[in-house]
Nanobody, 120 residues
């Protein structure tokens, strides 16, 4: 059994900052790519950023310079530091993790999402 749980969302004023966290737990052998995605009402889910186990990162163009993804492999946790937030960043933010389980099964697991609301 594997769980991926996000935390840290909330309401913030435009120009403010938030830090999201996502912790994986359960029968985990290895965690490969971890990432953040977001979905605004009426929109498709879109990539925010991903990070490999070795630290290589990839960002959506509109997030570069404002968002920073990082991870703590020992804690099985990925973070998303967001600065200079804009109302258009309002969305549900989802964490994903590509995980190899103790039973040698490899799957992508998703969290339940955390709401980020940026007021103007």
């Amino acid at each position: 059994q594997v769980q991926v749980v996000e935390s840290g969302g909330g309401l913030v004023q435009a120009g403010g900052s938030l830090r999201l966290s996502c912790a994986a737990s359960g029968s985990i052998r290895s965690i490969f790519t971890m990432g953040w995605y977001r979905q605004a009402p009426g929109n498709q889910r879109e990539l925010v950023a991903t990070i490999q186990s070795g630290g290589d990162t990839n960002y959506a163009e509109s997030m570069k310079g404002r968002f920073t993804i990082s991870r703590d492999n020992a804690k099985k946790t990925v973070y998303l530091q967001m600065h200079s937030l804009k109302p258009e960043d309002t969305a549900v933010y989802f964490c994903s993790a590509r995980i190899m389980t103790i039973g040698w099964s490899s799957n992508t697991y998703w969290g339940q999402g955390t709401q980020v609301t940026v007021s103007s």
